[in-house]
């Protein structure tokens, strides 16, 4: 039985599942629309989202606003959530205890939304959303099918903030990602 969107968000506003319960202000959920057609899924929430209960709202956040903008996406029409729903100390990467703790939030985020497309952004979404044998800098950009899901694993915002080179590569694959749901339609 699919569980509803109130009883999906209480339950993990209240996780107390993996340790990072323990450290968190307040866990993550996810936003965006019930309806989106794209599902951008990120690694976990940083100190802002942290504070704010609200996914993507750092440094990290606003260049990916930036680039939704100039593609003429509305962040309110996507969906926008984390591997993790509660912020790692430190923001060190997730645990697979932690990952796989919460996963099932994802799934059910996901099997609610139904979205024609999936966006792993970077690493460790695309570690646990496709497999452990996706390297980043290699298959960036290349289109994966499973369960009837499209799914584009492409860097974190965050790693164009390390390293701007990356940015051009982004692009092209946020531009993909566009071209492909206008194809769907
Ligand atoms: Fe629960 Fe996920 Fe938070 Fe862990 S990270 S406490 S599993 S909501």
Known sequence: MQVSWKTLLEEIR???LCPL???RTQS????????????FIGEGPGAEEDRLGRP??????KLLDQVLEA????RE??????????RPP??????DEEANACLPYLRAQVALIKPKIIVCLGAIPAKYIIG???RITQDRGKWVERKGFLIMPTFHPAALLRDPRKKADLWEDFKQVRDMLARMH
Not at 28 to 39: K, M, Q, R, T, W
Not at 90 to 95: A, D, T
């Open 28 to 39: 993550v959920p996810g936003e965006g629309s019930p309806n989106a057609e794209i599902v």
């Open 56 to 61: 993507f709202v750092g440094a990290a956040g």
């Open 77 to 86: 029409d996507v969906y926008i959530a984390n591997i993790v729903k509660c």
């Open 132 to 134: 452990p044998e996706i």
């Open 21 to 23: 319960h323990e450290g």
């Open 14 to 16: 209240n996780c107390t």
């Open 71 to 74: 593609l003429f996406i509305r």
């Open 90 to 95: 430190g923001n060190r990467v997730p645990q």
